[in-house]
């Protein structure tokens, strides 16, 4: 059963960096598929924020994610998420999923929630 | 960017009726790359219809999607207290990937 798990800080101060980890088990994230990063404001809805593949391949969402860089750690089989500059727009859940073979997210994690604020 | 509609925003049905949704995307999608998702508060989504019409693994055949071009639908046939949540459309065929606003299904 492939599993992913979200951790990082859930507070984070305006004009900081973001970090997020989302670490995979029950599959090895260098023997395919593409990992994403999705995020939800609180009472709205869903963004897609960027996706990348085990050999560092990556494609982003370009609005608001110029702040974004998504990176990933195959001997950790675990992938992270950047994002800088944050404001309280940047307050949201973030999921990390897996990208199935016909192209939707078939696995999600439980989701994290991070806000900003001094 | 592909903007995904959909509509009503909410719908009010009792259980054991039928729900219709619909999702409207700005530009043809090919019926491949439209995907259906499941919200319950607090929880991840999770995917319910892959191809505009497959249902994911586990997913009750109560479950259906259709549709083609610009328009597809989601139909629960019967619905039951576990499915009184919010429904996603999204589309992955064309960067980047966008989600519909979604529909809130409640108990009337």
């Known amino acids: 059963q492939v599993r992913l798990q979200e951790s990082g800080p859930g507070l984070v101060e305006p004009s900081e960096t973001l970090s997020l980890t989302c670490t995979v088990s029950?599959?090895?994230?260098?023997?395919?598929?593409?990992w994403a990063w999705i995020r939800q404001p609180p009472g709205m809805g869903l963004e897609w924020i960027g996706s990348l593949y085990h050999s560092g391949i990556t494609n982003y969402n370009p609005s608001p994610m110029s702040r974004v860089t998504l990176s990933v750690d195959t001997s950790k089989n675990r992938f992270s998420l950047q994002l800088t500059s944050v404001t309280a727009a940047d307050t949201a859940v973030y999921y990390c999923?897996?990208?199935?073979?016909?192209?939707?997210?078939?696995?999600w994690g439980q989701g994290i929630l991070v806000t900003v604020s001094s | 960017e592909i903007v995904l509609t959909q509509s009503p925003g909410t719908l009010s049905l009792s259980p054991g009726e039928r729900a219709t949704l619909s999702c409207r995307a700005s530009?043809?999608?090919?019926?491949?790359?439209l995907a259906w998702y499941q919200q319950k508060p607090g929880q991840a989504p999770r995917l319910l219809i892959y191809g505009a019409s497959s249902r994911a693994t586990g997913i009750p055949d109560r479950f259906s999607g259709s549709g083609y071009g610009t328009d597809f639908t989601l139909t629960i046939s019967r619905l039951e207290p576990e499915d009184f949540a919010v429904y996603y459309c999204?589309?992955?065929?064309?960067?980047?990937?966008?989600f519909g606003p979604g529909t809130k299904v409640h108990i009337k």
């Open positions: 029950g599959y090895s994230i260098s023997s395919g598929y593409y």
């Open positions: 999923a897996r990208i199935g073979d016909s192209g939707p997210f078939d696995y």
């Open positions: 530009q043809t999608i090919s019926s491949s790359n």
């Open positions: 999204q589309q992955h065929g064309s960067s980047p990937l966008t």
